[in-house]
């Protein structure tokens, strides 16, 4: 069958019903050994799905990773991990990393990484695919999952642990992750008076002096919208926290890249505090004069996990005064999404802006269906219920 086809054939409440049960296991507190902590528990929704405590502790209490829980608001839209070809604005051609998620990116994209957090002991600390399949045929959504994937497949435990990745994934793909209405996109979007004085001369610094778009671009580049970074891996020397934690270099082997982690997308930091793999810095501000004065202030910004490998040339003097730190925080809040602003007591998630585009228009542009999961792709078990048996 031509693969056009396929994607014009296909029922659309199928997906709003992958999506319902991928909201299902996020909120489900249950999938966690000893149970009581699920997705939830660590991506706050009022925080932009991401977790304001430095470093969140695990379904055993006792245990704890090393690292800062980052943002899900637009995590789908991370482009694969990659190692790719760019040229220096000397027209110098390099080959560096790009994308993946994970800090260090060592998920190859959004399907492999929600399979990691049941499994991993410093989070939801489940033994295997069948603790898990066990879990979800006791939930209260298992009526619904079921008549979704039929009869033998939720009897199988791969089969069953194996459509949650797919339906986690089509929930963090929704509209709601998505919205781009900050007031960064209607400036974007060509409003003249989107942005006051004072974020209009943040902006000025955030592109010139402060040069935060070399990696925080403004521009598309793996989206139609920005996504407000590069992807790109760097070493920026934060301040250490507990043992050393060599990030990219750790699954590359590669000794230059120790220490170096993924710019992060900027969209709603002013919600994500605190900052950096870490959590080692604990507001916007700070961030900002962490940059400005990482190299001129050596009492404030003291140790630093892996001094051989940081990026002396980009930052770490950057001559702002105080009111220019002002004005950069300032146009950092700017990326706040208003949909994330209007969470009320009563509705647990953000609603998606009107007019935002369905997954269903999106499908193809999702790094995640470039490739296994693409229908085309041979062996993808994406639509089992097209297949005979
Ligand atoms: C115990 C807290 C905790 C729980 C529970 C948890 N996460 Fe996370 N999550 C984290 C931390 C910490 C990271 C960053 C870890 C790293 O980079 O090594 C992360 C990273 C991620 C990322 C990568 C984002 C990016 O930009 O790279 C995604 C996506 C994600 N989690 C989704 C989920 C889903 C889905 C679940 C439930 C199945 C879940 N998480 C459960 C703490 C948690
Ligand atoms: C050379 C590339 C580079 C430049 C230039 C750069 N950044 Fe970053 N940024 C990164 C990387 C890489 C990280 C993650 C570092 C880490 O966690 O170790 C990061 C992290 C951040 C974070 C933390 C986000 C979070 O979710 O924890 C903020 C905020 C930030 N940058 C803002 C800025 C601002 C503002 C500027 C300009 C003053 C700037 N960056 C310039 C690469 C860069």
Request: proline share 7%; net charge negative; hydrophobic share 30%.
């Amino acid at each position: 069958m031509h693969c056009g086809q396929l994607i014009a054939e296909q029922n659309p409440t199928k997906l709003e019903r992958s999506v319902r049960i991928g909201q299902n296991i996020f909120l489900d507190t249950n999938l966690s050994e000893p149970r009581g902590q699920g997705c939830i528990s660590c991506h706050r929704p009022e925080h932009a799905f991401a977790d304001p405590r430095p470093a969140s502790s695990g379904a055993v209490q006792t245990r704890k990773g090393n690292r800062n829980s980052p943002s899900l608001m637009y995590a789908a839209l991370v482009p694969p991990f990659a190692f790719d070809e760019f040229f220096t604005p000397d027209g110098e051609e390099v080959y560096a990393y790009e994308g993946g998620l994970f800090w260090d990116g060592r998920s190859r994209d959004i399907f492999e990484q929600v399979q990691q957090p049941f499994y991993d002991s410093n989070e939801m600390n489940l033994k295997d695919e069948s603790q898990l399949a066990a879990r979800i045929r006791t939930s209260a959504y298992a009526k619904e999952f079921r008549d979704w994937i039929g009869d033998s497949r939720w009897k199988n435990d791969k089969e069953l642990a194996y459509h949650s990745y797919l339906a986690l994934v089509d929930f963090l793909q929704s509209p709601m992750f998505r919205p781009f209405d900050a007031k960064i996109d209607d400036f974007l979007d060509g409003q003249p008076n989107a942005l006051n004085e004072i974020e209009s001369r943040g902006l000025a610094l955030y592109t010139g002096k402060a040069n935060c778009s070399g990696c925080h671009p403004l521009n598309s580049n793996h989206w139609e919208q920005p996504l407000l970074s590069d992807f790109g891996y760097d070493n920026l020397g934060v301040p250490s926290v507990g043992t050393a934690d060599p990030g990219l270099g750790n699954h590359t082997g590669n000794p230059g890249e120790v220490g170096q982690f993924r710019s992060p997308s900027l969209r709603n930091v002013a919600l994500t505090a605190p900052y950096m793999h870490n959590g080692s810095i604990k507001s916007l501000r700070e961030v900002v004069d962490f940059y400005n004065t990482r190299d001129t202030n050596r009492k404030r910004w003291t140790k630093t996990d892996f001094p051989k490998t940081v990026n002396r040339d980009d930052l770490g003097d950057l001559k702002l005064s105080d009111s220019e730190i002002d004005e950069i925080v300032a146009f950092l809040h700017c990326f706040t999404d208003r949909n994330l602003k209007q969470i009320n007591k009563k509705s647990v998630f953000p609603e998606a802006p009107p007019g935002t585009p369905t997954s269903e228009s999106k499908k193809l542009f999702f790094p995640v269906w470039t490739h296994r999961l693409h229908p085309c792709y041979q062996g993808s078990t994406i639509f089992p219920e097209d297949k005979t048996e």
